[in-house]
């Protein structure tokens, strides 16, 4: 299962916080999905059976805000029938370069707070984890002004570029080990 971490609504869609929701929708086009909403639930998820290992996969959007993300985790978990071990999370952070792309296996929440949300819910943070930088702002201000704006036209056309990498990654995952996919991953970013 992928969760896209980002904020709902068409006023957050195209800011830096929501690479995680780009990140899922761009597989979701890719497959050939649609994501839905359950009555009474608080995300947006899409299922497909991947052909090449005949798994279903889960991607998903949380609706409630990213400080908020953890809320929905032990529902899904059981409602797909998954565990910790095939959960992989995919959201911005301040702490890599516009662009750079990190796969971890586990780690702190390093102050993002969709993750803290996410690691209380579960009572873990060993989980994989997909984070795509997005820097830290150049003039002092508030982090949440930064995050919650659009990325000026270059700093887009790198996190597109970063949105891609980071889906085809994803996609690896279905049929290769981890590691070789951080590597392969961290190798493209030198």
């Not at 909403?37 to 889960?58: D, M």
């Not at 959960?87 to 662009?99: E, I, K, N, Q, R």
Request: net charge positive; glycine share 8%.
């Amino acid at each position: 299962m992928v969760i896209g971490l980002g904020n709902p609504g068409t006023v957050y869609a195209d800011t830096r916080h929501n690479v995680g929701f780009k990140v899922v929708d761009l597989i979701a086009r890719q497959l050939g999905i649609r994501f839905k909403r359950s009555p009474f639930k608080r995300y947006l998820i899409a299922g497909n059976i991947t052909p090449a290992l005949n798994e279903k996969l889960y991607l998903v959007k949380p609706l409630a805000y990213m400080n908020r993300s953890g809320v929905i985790i032990n529902e899904l978990l059981k409602r797909t029938s998954l565990s910790i071990n095939e959960l992989l999370v995919v959201y911005d952070t301040l702490d890599l370069p516009p662009g750079i792309c990190r796969l971890k296996k586990k780690g702190s929440a390093a102050g993002h707070k969709g993750l803290t949300s996410i690691i209380e819910h579960l009572g873990s943070n060993e989980f994989l984890r997909l984070a795509i930088g997005i820097g830290r702002p150049k003039v002092q201000g508030r982090i949440e002004d930064y995050v919650l704006t659009a990325p000026r036209k270059k700093e887009a056309l790198i996190l597109d570029e970063a949105i891609v990498r980071s889906a085809e990654s994803i996609l690896c995952l279905l049929e290769e080990e981890p590691e070789k996919v951080m590597n392969d991953l961290n190798r493209k970013e030198r």
